[in-house]
């Protein structure tokens, strides 16, 4: 049996481990364009922000180590162009050499993720950086260090955008945040902005909302607004689209927007092609509504399930509830579920809730908000949303398990949390959540 994986990173490296565990004997082959694999994207910006200070201990594998391990074969600067679903072959094409070749497969596993839009205005611009993998903040970093950066502009407010605000705050550099819209960190309720807001401000970063970068004049950034500003550096993060070209001529079904459709196997509408990770199209687990996610967890779970189907351990996947959180200074907020804008295909109730993280009577009790939507008709929770500071982690893990398994707002007043002063209250706040329903 021969199987060709494409992306080596977070879906594809971990498909490939699992499948060789199941597999003993079966040719493994990984193609990566680009020059690593297994590195730890989450972990960029805190190196960036020189959280991390040990650069390889964001590299997970090579494939030295793969091939010694585990016996896989990765090929890195060899991109994948072509699927011929007929002939059960790709074409790749080796960046080193510049040599193109087919190969040949049983099995195709898909897992290219997706690419960081490029910020149309200034196409050109040696200044500014995407961050997607370690070439990006290998090429960040040396800027920093050779142009002795200190003025930062972050284009972005998503999650990546944040979480370099904050890094580059502590790597101790003026910060600017921008974002088109007033939302800060969408995946979060709007009703936290204003309190984002303030952590904003708090630490000295400038706000810049409502805008977008138009043009620019050497190093000066010319806005929408008419605002006119010179950075040392700038990071565009303004969103992702999926790496799916090389597919589009090939016969595997995609979505309107270019995702991968997959089955609740993660099989393709092609025979013996699978794909999974960030460049697929999938389904929320607890209202069955079809949605992408970016996010890790998905991939590797994914890479799990398909090392079992094609074992003959065939289970389905149960769906995402799109679990995601991040820190930002001594705040963290969090969000599972639906998202705010998709809401609106639901009658549903909202509840808001605050209440120290632990007993009030201990020093640093902090306030905790949150912010729970359910359906009308069966209560079934739809959304939640945890802004604070320590412990939200543990309320939103909470939450997401519970609606994994299809609680209705009723069934919080019944989850028995661990209780002692330093880490709870007895009526915690996830238990609040079905009283006040
Ligand atoms: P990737 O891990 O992106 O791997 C895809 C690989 O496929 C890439 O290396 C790409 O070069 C390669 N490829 C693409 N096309 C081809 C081709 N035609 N031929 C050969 N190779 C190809 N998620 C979280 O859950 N929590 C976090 O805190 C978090 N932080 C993040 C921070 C940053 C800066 C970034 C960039 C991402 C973060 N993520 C986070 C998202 C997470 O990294 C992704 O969800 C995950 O990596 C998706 O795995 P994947 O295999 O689909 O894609």
């Not at 990173?9 to 079966?26: K, N």
């Not at 930062?152 to 600017?176: C, P, Q, S, W």
């Not at 604070?388 to 939103?396: A, C, L």
Request: glycine share 6%; net charge negative.
């Amino acid at each position: 049996m021969k199987i060709i994986v494409v992306g080596a990173v977070a879906g594809g490296a971990t498909a490939a481990s699992q499948i060789r565990r199941v597999l003993p004997d079966a040719e493994i082959i990984i193609y990566e364009k680009d020059r690593d694999m297994s590195f730890a994207n989450c972990g960029l910006p805190y190196y960036l922000g020189e959280v991390v200070t040990e650069r390889d201990r964001l590299l997970q594998a090579t494939p030295e180590s793969f091939r010694q391990k585990k016996q896989l074969t990765v090929k890195t600067k060899h991109e994948v162009t072509a699927v011929n679903i007929e002939e059960k072959s790709v074409s790749v094409f080796n960046h080193d050499t510049g040599e193109s070749f087919i190969d040949s497969y049983d099995l195709l596993i898909l897992s290219p993720g997706c690419s960081p839009i490029s910020l149309t205005a200034t196409k050109e611009a040696d200044f500014i950086f995407p961050l997607r993998n370690l070439e990006d903040t290998d090429a960040i970093e040396e800027y920093i260090k050779a142009n002795h950066v200190k003025k930062a502009l972050i284009v972005g407010a998503g999650y990546i955008g944040i979480e370099m605000a904050e890094n580059f705050k502590h790597r101790g550099f003026d910060v600017t945040l921008t974002n088109r819209s007033e939302h800060i960190l969408k995946a979060m309720d709007k009703q936290f902005v204003p309190l984002l807001k303030n952590i904003i401000t708090e630490h000295q970063i400038k706000l810049l909302l409502n805008d977008e970068i138009v043009s620019l004049d050497q190093h000066d950034i010319i806005f929408k607004s008419g605002h006119r500003e010179s950075f040392d550096i700038v990071i565009a993060a303004i969103g992702i689209k999926p790496n799916t070209d090389f597919v589009k001529d090939s016969g595997i079904e995609l979505n309107e927007n270019g995702y991968i459709k997959v089955n609740d196997y993660f099989e393709t509408n092609a025979e013996g092609v699978y794909a999974l990770g960030d460049a697929i199209e999938t389904f929320y687990r607890h209202t069955k509504q079809r949605t992408t996610v970016a996010l890790a967890w998905g991939a590797h779970r994914a890479a799990n399930l398909i090392s079992g189907n094609i074992s003959e351990h065939k289970e389905p996947f149960k769906g995402l509830l799109a679990t995601n959180i991040v820190r930002f200074f001594e705040h963290t907020i969090a969000s599972v579920g639906i998202s705010e804008q998709e809401l609106n295909e639901y009658d549903y109730e909202h509840i808001n809730y605050e209440q120290k993280n632990h007993a009030s009577y201990l020093p640093d009790a902090r306030v905790t908000c949150i912010s729970v939507y359910y359906r009308k008709d069966n209560r079934q929770l739809l959304r939640a949303c945890v802004f604070g500071q320590e412990g939200v982690d543990k309320r939103i893990d909470v939450i997401a398990t519970a609606m994994g398994f299809g609680a209705t707002v009723d069934d919080f007043k019944d989850i028995e949390i661990a209780y002692a002063p330093p880490y709870s209250s007895p009526k915690d706040i996830v238990n609040m959540i079905g009283y006040k329903a």
